[in-house]
């Protein structure tokens, strides 16, 4: 499963951006997908994540700010940031809990990440 990020850019603070992330691949279904982040010399970070079903959980950092949804039919997260500061800015990379199968019907649980995409927010 491959997983294919877009959306990042520079903004002002106070600003917005979308973020996207498409998940394609033959034969499989993708569970949990998230976002999370890292910063120069920081450890990458969760932000936000979603179950199938829509169940969301954040960060506190950007609670109220932010906000994930998912569009199950094309396998595809998104993260809104709103009311952005210069501390949001990191790398954002995407990532999903899937389950493919080979040809001969074989299950392969993975957790597939993007490519990572820059955000900058500068002050």
């Known amino acids: 499963v491959q997983l294919q990020a877009s959306g990042g850019g520079l903004v002002q603070a106070g600003g917005s951006l979308r973020l996207s992330c498409a998940a394609s691949?033959?034969?499989?279904?993708?569970?949990?997908m998230g976002w999370y982040r890292q910063a120069p010399g920081r450890q990458r970070e969760l932000v936000a994540d979603?179950?199938?079903?829509?169940?969301?959980n954040y960060a506190d950092s950007v609670k109220g700010r932010f906000t994930i949804s998912r569009d199950n039919g094309k396998n595809t997260v998104y993260l809104q940031m709103n009311r952005l500061k210069p501390e949001d800015t990191a790398v954002y990379y995407c990532?999903?809990?899937?389950?493919?199968?080979?040809?001969?019907?074989?299950?392969?649980?993975?957790?597939?990440w993007g490519q990572g995409t820059l955000v900058t927010v500068s002050s």
């Open positions: 691949g033959r034969r499989f279904t993708i569970n949990t």
């Open positions: 979603i179950t199938k079903d829509g169940r969301t």
């Open positions: 990532n999903g809990d899937s389950l493919s199968w080979t040809d001969e019907g074989s299950p392969i649980a993975a957790r597939d």
